[in-house]
């Protein structure tokens, strides 16, 4: 009865109140919707793609069986040459091309997020998130740089008590420290203006540098007086900035001195203890209203002679356990020192992924593309690398997610901890459709889940810290029966992530947040510990776990162990870019940054973490292998390049080649792969949205790259990994008499990796020269077979002419494209004249011709 009455009384209630209710079952409804969708990229888009792709295979498969076939017999060895770089390029191209198969985008839904974890009014359900800064020189990463990175995160659009942030200070500068304590001391003004008023950016060097109407949808009264009081409290901090660097110039002969009058621990960088001072957050650190701001932590970890420091990936293992010690966040974010928040609710972008029910158990990480600031209009040398983030990652999407590219990335601490994910039938049981693309497992259908998650939760409880219910230690101890037993696996949890019980109780903490074990006055000691130069001794840090070692690229070698474990990655790009950052912009630069990629992949290549013959457990899909391939193989790429492009020139000055008179039916094959080649580039561009301006300069940087820096990499990369010899090209700069604010772009930097493309330059501009002289001797005849050589030299000519423009061409300057029209016309023309001499009259020239020798 009393059932039936309050089923009355709801019935009564839903019919009086029809409106109320029915919007809090609409908001529990949209609750337990999705977080995030796949949103299909138009099949009317898609398919002619694919057919293409296809055609072109088919086409491509005929051109090489010709040229195969028909060697040029007066000149077998450029042929030769040329067949074997073009079959290179072939399986190039196969490598980048099917991984983009099935692209795909992605929406996320932050409301409903709000609605299932971050209530108004209850206590936020969001889980924890670390976030980490890494820096090591201050002199060449300006701490008011690292400082509006900083700033950008105690800001950002997240519970402040779930948000922690930490510096990595690798070069333990006293500069860094005292910046990032000014810049804690701004944040307590800084952090409540940017909550109160909503803004966007939140780093202030690029807030208040924005030139948009900053008053659009403002309505508080109060907003421009405010704006205008923090704009001049900014510019008061980044003189006192500026003073700390200036006062940095020079170090004493004694070493940096504290305020307090001790000495900087760090005056040496490569001998020092570990230091941590946390400035923000639950220690009291309040801003000016009284809330609590997020919390601040500088980390520089224990560095002594002897001992392999391993870099960047070293820096980040520190902060790992450091961050696990003192808060423990679910998730990590890491972004570099000139990557800042340009959209506050990044954070939320990635839990509407991690925190997802459906698949945030089997995702370790979520990729936000790179976008950059105080790029020149037309890209030059392709800093964006808009091909790469817009239609290589969205291709990756769609089968086992995008690799990790070193910045702006949220992961799963779990994935870090080399676990293996919580896979369901689904995930484990290959349709015919997938088969090809995941490789068959094993393991049959039956029990392959049960065998997963049985095989984790032995992982995870192969400990005595009593921090699961009983059942769990239970199912996790099978076969333990004796104190001996579990000290084994005390032991090897030791083994394996080192000797801190504290960070191994973090360890078993999915959800984050500190052990309830944990003694809170020890976490400080524990932190020094935990960073110390000898902790990763006999442990399997930077093989299984954390950042992996091996490579000066260990963003790559990262990612792929986690995708070979059968983990799967998201690829996030939200309409405001997540993140922003710096690039550099001048060729010299450019090139550098792009030969420190080349030579981790080569240092991948030639290790035993190299996708063509590691991880074939079953859980790698093959598609994204041959990412993976591509990414450590296309270095090698520039030995065939660079020969391909010397060719023109080579025909050009012995008037041989590289294909032999052809009949109607071979050139066909020639019209259709030139035409294939220029259908797949439009239908590519059709469906990522990319700009024609921003694919052909991609296409000019991959000739640039490829016959400069990809080049060294691969011999200084052999020599590293070979021979043990360590090459580093030196560059040195020439001021820039250019002001403006492109004015990097014009800073001329001499560097060895400059050569080959100027080598490859001069050679075909001498080659065109040679060849028109000697068509305009020879007669109409020579013409026809010159056209095919100009247009293969006019070809590398065109791709390499950014950096043509970036050895000689100036704004204010005559254009670089002038110059070398000059060059090459005034030598045709100086040799027409020499070949009609138009002074000399015919009786002169018969005479002349009559006229005998000294041997007559």
Known sequence: MMQMTSRYTEGKGDMEGTGSNGEELQMADDARQPLSRVVPISSSHLTPYRVVIILRLIILGFFLQYRVTHPVKDAYPLWLTS???????????????????????????????????????????????????????????????????????????????????????????????????????????????????????????????????????????????????????????????????????????????????????GNNPRDHPGMIQVFLGHSGGLDTDGNELPRLVYVSREKRPGFQHHKKAGAMNALIRV???????????????????????????????????????????????????????HDRYANRNIVFFDINLKGLDGIQGPVYVGTGCCFNRQALYGYDPVLTEEDLEPNIIVKSCCGSRKKGRSGSKKYTDKKRALKRTESTVPIFNMEEIEEGFEGYDDERSLLMSQKSLEKR??????????????????????????????????????????????????????????????????????????????????????????????????????LGSVEILLSRHCPIWYGYNGKLKLLERLAYINTIVYPITSIPLLAYCMLPAFCLLTGKFIIPEISNFASMWFILLFISIFATGILELRWSGVGIEDWWRNEQFWVIGGTSAHLFAVFQGLLKVLAGIDTNFTVTSKASDDDGEFAELYVFKWTS???????????????????????????????????????????????????????????????????????????????????????TTDSSKSASNGQCGINC
């Not at 008590?161 to 690798?170: F, I, M, Q, T």
């Not at 399997?540 to 992996?548: L, Q």
């Not at 690039?583 to 010299?588: M, V």
């Open 753 to 839: 990796l400059l050569i080959p493309p100027t080598t490859v330059l001069i050679v075909n501009l001498v080659g065109i020269v040679a060849g028109v002289s000697y068509a305009i001797n020879s007669g109409y005849q020579s013409w026809g077979p010159l056209f095919g050589k100009l247009f293969f030299a006019i070809w590398v000519i065109a791709h390499l002419y950014p950096f043509l423009k970036g050895l000689v061409g100036r704004q204010n300057r005559t254009p670089t494209i002038v110059i070398v029209w000059s060059i090459l016309l005034a030598s045709i023309f100086s040799l027409l004249w020499v070949r009609i001499d138009p002074f």
């Open 497 to 598: 992530f080192g000797q801190s019980p504290v960070f191994i109780a973090a360890t078993f903490m999915e959800q984050g947040g500190i052990p309830p074990s944990t003694n809170p006055a020890t976490l400080l000691k524990e932190a020094i510990h935990v960073i110390s130069c000898g902790y990763e001794d006999k442990t399997e840090w930077g093989k299984e776990i954390g950042w992996i070692y091996g490579s000066v690229t260990e963003d790559i070698l990262t990612g792929f162990k986690m995708h070979a474990r059968g983990w799967i990655s998201i690829y996030c790009m939200p309409p405001r870019p997540a993140f922003k950052g710096s690039a550099p912009i001048n060729l010299s630069d450019r090139l550098n940054q792009v030969l420190r990629w080349a």
């Open 323 to 377: 961050s696990a010690v003192l808060t423990n966040g679910a998730y990590l974010l890491n972004v570099d020192c000139d990557h800042y928040f340009n959209n506050s609710k990044a954070l939320k972008e990635a839990m509407c992924f991690m925190m997802d029910p459906a698949f945030g158990k089997k995702t370790c990480y979520v990729q936000f593309p790179q976008r950059f600031d105080g790029i020149d209009l």
């Open 83 to 265: 067949v074997i770089c073009e079959i290179w390029f072939a399986l190039s191209w196969l490598l980048d091309q099917f991984p983009k198969w099935s692209p795909i985008n992605r929406e996320t839904y932050l409301d409903r997020l709000s609605l299932r974890y971050d209530r108004e009014g209850e206590p936020s359900q969001l889980a924890p998130v670390d976030v980490f800064v890494s820096t090591v020189d201050p002199l060449k990463e300006p701490p008011l740089v690292t400082a509006n990175t900083v700033l950008s995160i105690l800001a950002v659009d997240y519970p402040v008590d779930k948000v922690s942030c930490y510096v990595s200070d690798d070069g333990s500068a006293m500069l860094t420290f005292e910046a990032l304590s000014e810049t804690a001391e701004f944040a307590r003004k800084w952090v409540p203006f940017c909550k109160k008023h909503n803004i966007e950016p939140r780093a202030p060097e690029f807030y208040f540098a924005q030139k948009i109407d900053y008053l659009k949808d403002k309505i508080q009264p109060s907003f421009v007086k405010e704006r205008r009081a923090m704009k001049r409290e900014y510019e008061e901090f980044k003189v006192r900035i500026n003073a700390l660097v200036a006062k940095a110039q020079k170090m004493p002969e004694e070493g940096w001195t504290m305020q307090d009058g001790t000495p900087w621990p």
